[in-house]
């Protein structure tokens, strides 16, 4: 069974940084396709970011200010130059099948989420 375990969220200024992390257990996350993504209630999930073996890419929205990596089956987003419109509950996914992006449906597993509140 593959479970992904979010932590790190929290409440934090405008500028401020935070560093989310995902600890995977059930499959390794060196070989697997990892994301990190974002919802807020009653909108579509947004991928940010996401990762296999080396190649990485960012959505616009998040581009030059979040970076995704990982180490020892942990998946980490540090989030630089937050604004209030990164509130959301951040999610990490783990996708085993041959497309590996920034849509929901590469990802098969995921964890609960993480809350993220940026005050101005």
């Known amino acids: 069974q593959v479970l992904l375990v979010e932590s790190g969220g929290g409440s934090v200024q405008a500028g401020g940084s935070l560093r989310l992390s995902c600890v995977v257990s059930?499959?390794?996350?060196?070989?697997?396709?990892m994301g990190w993504f974002r919802q807020v209630p009653g909108k579509e999930r947004e991928g940010i970011a996401r990762?296999?073996?080396?190649w990485i890419s960012y959505a616009e929205s998040v581009k030059g200010r979040f970076t995704i990596s990982g180490a020892k089956n942990t998946l980490y987003l540090d989030m630089t130059r937050l604004k209030p419109d990164d509130s959301d509950t951040y999610y990490c996914?783990?996708?085993?099948?041959?497309?590996?992006?920034?849509?929901?449906?590469?990802?098969?597993?995921w964890g609960k989420g993480t809350q993220v509140t940026v005050s101005s």
């Open positions: 996914a783990l996708g085993r099948g041959s497309v590996c992006g920034l849509g929901s449906n590469s990802y098969q597993n």
């Open positions: 059930g499959d390794r996350i060196s070989t697997a396709c």
């Open positions: 990762t296999r073996a080396g």
